[in-house]
């Protein structure tokens, strides 16, 4: 949100006026939505996008703007609006407030002072100064223009303008006496896509009357229509258009649907809905091309038919193109629908028949698939929201009374319903009889002041604000639905991500486990011999270098031992589990026990040490073993 000192109720009047260069450099900062609209103050504060909520909820909600202010200056009649956020450089402007407590939209349509028909304030050339009540207008130096505030869409519709210095006429409080001209004014009609710093009739979207010859103007050709007119004399504007048609519902594309497309800024301290505005069409200005052709062209003269000139001759023989020129989509017309002027009361007759449609042109299938390609590019870069052409009727399409105002010139409006020279009841009639007027009572008016238009078309601005909500609404509701299914997936992705991750550490853990276990080979080969042993008794194995020291002579007689054991077999005084019968300390160990007993092995009987063999038996013979018997037994 802007800061407070950049949102004046009026402009400042301290001579010191510039902000510190740390205010400039942190301004400097905001993001711009647009380039900026009129404004040729030097401390202009650059447009911000409104905070969709937050802060933004504590403004006041305000029903009229708060622009444009007029200073109280005495002989000052005509003024600029230069706090105000004014039309051009393709981008339209309204002045738009906080909306109500619980409302989905940030921002609403509301109203500028005085609530009623007059000349738009934004909608104007930045060289037409107005009066407070929109009513008075007075131009500068070359063709500037203004719109008035609200368009006809259909229906017949009157208002008068009062020309207080044009028809060639010098002002006499022009600031520049020098003038090569007068004063000049052109009155019409005009849609939005007409230009305001040019005069009304300058191309295609623009019907207009010259005061100068009373000619017609319409895509910069004049034609001979009415009298001419000047200061003091009093012009009547009547336009007459169909009903409106209505979308068709089976065709999305249709241009007669109502939708808008805009985005709520602030510039000044003032909330306004910011928009493209409608562009020319390329139809159009072929239309104004071909207008403003002259209708015969000299040329050389040609070769005889039939024949070729040396140079033609000369040249080799090239195939036409083949690319044509893209196809141009027609130009509807609102049939029936008729423009007319008066001049003091006197009726001019109809000046211009068939007046274009206002709607968009309907939008081509490859125009279509490039803003689509356009949007999804945009939404895959994460890119900002940013304004789109509109292709649809946003609601304030239609007719709008055109003043263009050259060298100082001035004027009024009247929009009734009180007029200088009232119409008579039936416009239509007197158009269609040839000029005489038919002073019937029983007629019935067919016609309204267009000073009843400004409430008609307030309450459809309102009406569209209503169905905007509405459609808010439901997307919130379709968005919130979609958020709860999103947010329970996400919590079902979440469990399974860790049951999976439950399952995975048990896997590793049983892993770990078969690991341990298959860590040590020899110590479950040992716990298998020991099984073995227990199971079907087990004959240990006797290295081959014992085998000669464990032969039994014959006549000794040997009972079998039940379970033999390490302890009835040879006597190593060292048998390891674990260590091989090739294991070369067994034989160390043997070595050294020779040496002990003098190269003497004795083999005796423990319970019976006197029982001893010859030691040169020992020796020499086969070796006694001694045998336990009370193990044996």
């Not at 301004?27 to 647009?34: D, G, I, K, M, W």
Request: hydrophobic residues 30%; proline residues 9%.
């Amino acid at each position: 949100m802007a800061p407070e000192s950049s949102r004046p109720s009026t402009p400042s009047t301290t001579a010191n006026n510039h902000p510190s260069k740390k205010r400039k450099a942190a301004a400097s900062t905001v993001p711009e939505s647009s380039p900026a609209p009129s404004d040729t103050t030097t401390n202009a504060v650059a447009n911000v996008v409104l905070p969709a909520r937050n802060d933004f909820f504590s403004r006041p909600r305000l029903s009229i703007s708060r622009f444009p202010t007029f200073p109280d200056t005495q002989n000052v009649i005509y003024h600029s609006t230069e706090q105000l956020a004014m039309n051009r450089i393709g981008f339209r402007y309204v002045p738009a407030g906080v909306a109500p407590p619980g409302s989905i939209l940030p921002c609403r349509t509301i109203q500028s002072a005085p609530p009623n028909f007059r000349v738009s304030w934004e909608d104007r050339s930045a060289f037409v100064k107005v009066t407070p009540n929109g009513l008075g207008l007075v131009g500068e130096r070359g063709f500037r223009s203004a719109r008035c505030n609200v368009p006809i869409r259909e229906g017949a519709w009157y208002m008068e303008v009062r020309i207080e210095c044009g028809g060639g006429d010098r002002p006499q409080d022009a600031p520049d006496s020098n003038m090569r001209e007068g004063s000049h004014v052109r009155l019409g009609w005009a849609r939005r896509e007409a230009p305001l710093n040019g005069p009304v009739g300058l191309d295609g979207y623009s019907y207009g009357y010259r005061d100068k010859s009373g000619d017609k103007v319409h895509l910069s050709r004049l034609r001979p229509y009415g009298r001419s007119f000047r200061s003091g004399d009093v012009i009547g504007m009547y336009i007459s258009l169909p009903q409106r048609r209505q979308p068709d519902p089976t065709d999305p594309y249709d241009p007669a649907h109502l939708k808008r497309e805009r985005i709520a800024i602030e510039f000044k301290g003032q909330e306004y809905f910011e928009s493209l505005e409608y562009a020319q069409s390329k139809e159009m200005i072929k239309l104004l091309e071909f207008s403003n052709k002259p209708p015969t062209t000299t040329s050389l003269p040609s070769a005889p038919p039939g024949k070729k000139s040396a140079a033609a001759r000369n040249l080799p023989d090239r195939k036409a193109s083949l690319t044509e020129a893209p196809a141009l989509r027609p130009l509807p017309e609102l049939s029936g629908s008729h423009i007319a002027f008066f001049v003091n009361g006197e009726c001019q007759n109809i000046a211009f028949n068939d007046l274009y449609d206002y709607l968009p042109l309907r939008t081509t299938p490859a125009s279509r698939k490039k803003d689509k390609e356009n949007s999804r590019k945009r939404a895959r870069e994460g890119a900002p929201r940013e304004h789109k052409e509109n292709p649809f009727d946003d609601g304030t399409l239609g007719y709008y009374p055109f003043i263009s105002l050259f060298n100082y010139a001035r004027v009024r409006i009247n929009p009734g319903p009180n007029f200088d020279f009232p119409p008579p009841s039936d416009i239509e009639n007197l158009l269609h009889s040839g000029g005489e007027e038919d002073n019937k009572a029983s007629y019935q008016r067919t016609w309204r002041p267009i000073c009843e238009r400004y409430p008609e078309y307030m309450q459809e601005q309102w009406a569209l604000d209503a169905f905007e909500e509405e459609e808010a609404k439901v997307e919130a509701t379709k968005n919130a639905e979609r958020d709860k299914l999103e947010a329970a997936k996400k919590a079902q992705k979440e469990r399974r991500k860790l049951q999976n991750e439950a399952k995975k550490r048990a896997k590793e853990a049983e892993l770990r486990q078969t690991l341990v276990h298959t860590s040590s080979p020899l110590r479950e080969m040992s716990v298998v011999q020991e099984a073995s042993i227990a199971d079907d008794g087990y004959k240990p194995t006797v290295p081959s270098n014992l085998v000669s020291t464990l032969q039994v002579p014959e006549d000794v007689n040997q009972v079998p031992s039940p379970a033999p054991t390490a302890v009835s077999s040879v006597d190593y005084h060292h048998i390891a589990e674990t260590e091989s019968g090739y294991n070369s300390e067994v034989a160390e160990a043997d070595a050294d026990m020779a040496e002990e007993h003098d190269g003497e092995l004795e083999i005796g009987d423990r319970r019976d040490p006197g029982n001893n063999l010859d030691q040169d038996d020992i020796r020499t013979d086969i070796p006694v073993m001694d045998l336990d018997l009370h193990e044996l037994l």
